[in-house]
């Protein structure tokens, strides 16, 4: 049995627990290999059931309040719910300002994720400190490493957290690299800060973002709030370009075993990313793929089914009549997660899934050659975007497109003209339909006697992280560790490496 509990360096409460079996081959002589694998979300918040009986204007507040990563996401998918009623859409300046809102919380994940969460599954923070004495200009990481080598009593007694403790296992070769990498860890904390602080701008505060309302944004652009996002924007856009994105293909190029590994099913949604306005395009459409065969996106599609959660509600229920009925006890349940499917079929979600969507959709996408370009630099074809390093490079990708389009939002922001329509609410049933940093998030509302009657929300998470349906389907992290090699099941640092590659967000995925 392998076990991963608790799975750290996430958003949340996850374990993995899995079934593996001896391999006798190259791969060492305590190798193992997955053959079954269990994701366990372990904690119970009931925001849909928190909800009811609210005015709807409370939803956008209470919702931010499910994740501080990804607040704006669900704020907007609760507004567009709410529009989608009242029969309303925001201004011109108002559509900007959301997106320029939600692109600064997308950047602020992604650099979150690469840096924070995912980059100490490659880089060997202990052949650092090991060599914490060289001339090297790391700036306030390198001066932290050498006051905690003098005073610890010998390298393994430095105090050394968040890069210490950590599995064994082979990391990347090169002492340079491990330098170069961990010392844009403090350099990315700066800007993630400089990202919330972009959002704030026109969001008024973050994480949890106080100017959103149906028919578009409180906040008035004015000049000198155009000026400070955009340079904050040029900061970000600068670092992405210099760092991000060449420290994601370096990792890329050094662990090129990981786009063989972690793929999974090959079945992508997307919702479709910020909202479209007639002369930009969105950064990706809404669509499905499975294989390489692409279709349009159903909302109708789309059901939960629970025979492995924690839940006594009804299974293969759309979300518009889904419920929240908590059962702890309920024989052969093993996670607080619902299992959502598209036509009965497991869906990954996220930045990949963005890219492949649109990649291979029969409408012209202007990403694709920026793909191509990155893709080339690192040796490999699209084809193995399908594995742990094509969703690691995508966000990277994607953040330097998130920031190119981000300018180009800004400009058409007109200082001064009305950031939101006024409107008038109602009795009625809408949904709102956001791709998060994380991928597509959808709420399902409906308001009766001018207050919520209903509440559901399907999340990045939930889609990735699911449980076995009532098929017996396992989720898509589930069958991403399926054949996993671990080269010693007590020191599980590959399959982390899978299940980080999709950034969970448990937080989220058990709301």
């Given at each position: 049995m392998l076990e991963l509990s608790p799975l750290t360096?996430?958003?949340?409460?996850?374990?993995?627990?899995?079934?593996?079996?001896?391999?006798?081959?190259?791969?060492?002589?305590?190798?193992?290999?997955?053959?079954?694998?269990?994701?366990?979300?372990?904690?119970?918040?009931?925001?849909?059931?928190?909800?009811?009986?609210?005015?709807?204007?409370?939803?956008?507040?209470?919702?931010?309040?499910?994740?501080?990563?990804?607040?704006?996401?669900?704020?907007?998918?609760?507004?567009?719910?709410?529009?989608?009623?009242?029969?309303?859409?925001?201004?011109?300046?108002?559509?900007?300002?959301?997106?320029?809102?939600?692109?600064?919380?997308?950047?602020?994940?992604?650099?979150?994720?690469?840096?924070q969460l995912a980059?100490?599954?490659?880089?060997?923070?202990?052949?650092?400190?090991?060599?914490?004495?060289?001339?090297?200009?790391?700036?306030?990481?390198?001066?932290?490493?050498?006051?905690?080598?003098?005073?610890?009593?010998?390298?393994?007694?430095?105090?050394?957290?968040?890069?210490?403790?950590?599995?064994?296992?082979?990391?990347?070769?090169?002492?340079?690299?491990?330098?170069?990498?961990?010392?844009?860890?403090?350099?990315?904390?700066?800007?993630?800060?400089?990202?919330?602080?972009?959002?704030?701008?026109?969001?008024?505060?973050?994480?949890?973002?106080?100017?959103?309302?149906?028919?578009?944004?409180?906040?008035?652009?004015?000049?000198?709030?155009?000026?400070?996002?955009?340079?904050?924007?040029?900061?970000?856009?600068?670092?992405?370009?210099?760092?991000?994105?060449?420290?994601?293909?370096?990792?890329?190029r050094a662990f090129p075993q990981y786009w063989e590994i972690g793929g999974g099913y090959g079945n992508f949604l997307c919702f479709g990313d910020l909202e479209p306005d007639g002369a930009i395009a969105r950064l990706a459409a809404p669509g499905v793929l499975c294989g390489k065969t692409w279709a349009p996106l159903d909302e109708q599609a789309i059901a939960e089914d629970v025979a492995s959660s924690w839940f006594s509600s009804p299974s293969r229920l759309h979300p518009a009549r889904g419920q929240t009925k908590a059962e702890p006890r309920k024989p052969g349940a093993y996670s607080w997660l619902k299992a959502p499917r598209y036509r009965g079929l497991p869906m990954e979600v996220g930045p990949l899934a963005r890219i492949l969507v649109n990649y291979h959709s029969p409408h012209p996408w202007s990403g694709r050659q920026e793909v191509d370009r990155v893709l080339a630099s690192v040796g490999v074809g699209p084809e193995k975007l399908v594995s742990v390093m094509g969703r690691t490079l995508c966000r990277a990708i994607e953040a330097a497109m998130v920031a190119r389009q981000a300018a180009a939002w800004l400009a058409q922001v007109e200082p001064d003209a009305p950031p939101a329509r006024p409107f008038t609410p109602r009795d009625g049933v809408g949904h709102g339909l956001v791709e998060a940093p994380r991928g597509a998030l959808g709420h399902w509302l409906a308001i009766k006697d001018g207050k919520i009657a209903h509440y559901q929300c399907v999340m990045p998470t939930t889609w990735?992280?699911?449980?076995?349906?009532?098929?017996?389907?396992?989720?898509?992290?589930?069958?991403?560790?399926?054949?996993?090699?671990?080269?010693?099941?007590?020191?599980?640092?590959?399959?982390?490496?899978?299940?980080?590659?999709?950034?969970?967000?448990?937080?989220?995925?058990?709301?």
């Open positions: 360096r996430i958003e949340g409460h996850l374990a993995i627990h899995a079934e593996v079996e001896a391999v006798g081959d190259a791969s060492g002589p305590g190798a193992h290999r997955i053959v079954r694998a269990r994701c366990e979300g372990e904690m119970f918040r009931g925001f849909e059931v928190l909800l009811a009986g609210r005015h709807p204007l409370d939803a956008p507040q209470i919702v931010q309040r499910i994740c501080g990563v990804c607040p704006v996401a669900h704020g907007l998918a609760s507004i567009r719910a709410q529009e989608s009623i009242y029969g309303i859409t925001p201004t011109a300046n108002g559509r900007l300002l959301r997106n320029l809102i939600l692109a600064a919380d997308t950047l602020h994940s992604h650099l979150f994720h690469f840096y980059l100490l599954d490659y880089v060997d923070a202990s052949a650092v400190l090991r060599y914490a004495g060289r001339d090297r200009a790391l700036g306030a990481l390198k001066q932290w490493l050498e006051t905690a080598t003098a005073q610890a009593a010998s390298p393994a007694a430095v105090p050394a957290a968040p890069f210490l403790p950590r599995f064994e296992g082979r990391y990347a070769d090169g002492l340079e690299l491990h330098w170069t990498l961990l010392a844009r860890y403090g350099e990315a904390l700066a800007m993630r800060r400089t990202a919330h602080a972009m959002g704030a701008v026109f969001a008024a505060r973050l994480p949890h973002g106080a100017s959103l309302v149906p028919g578009g944004c409180t906040q008035t652009p004015t000049a000198e709030l155009v000026a400070q996002y955009r340079t904050r924007l040029a900061r970000l856009a600068e670092f992405i370009e210099r760092a991000y994105l060449p420290d994601a293909i370096a990792v890329a990735n992280c699911s449980p076995r349906d009532d098929a017996g389907q396992p989720g898509p992290v589930e069958k991403a560790l399926e054949g996993l090699v671990v080269a010693d099941p007590k020191q599980p640092l590959e399959a982390g490496r899978v299940v980080r590659s999709f950034d969970p967000c448990l937080a989220c995925a058990v709301h």
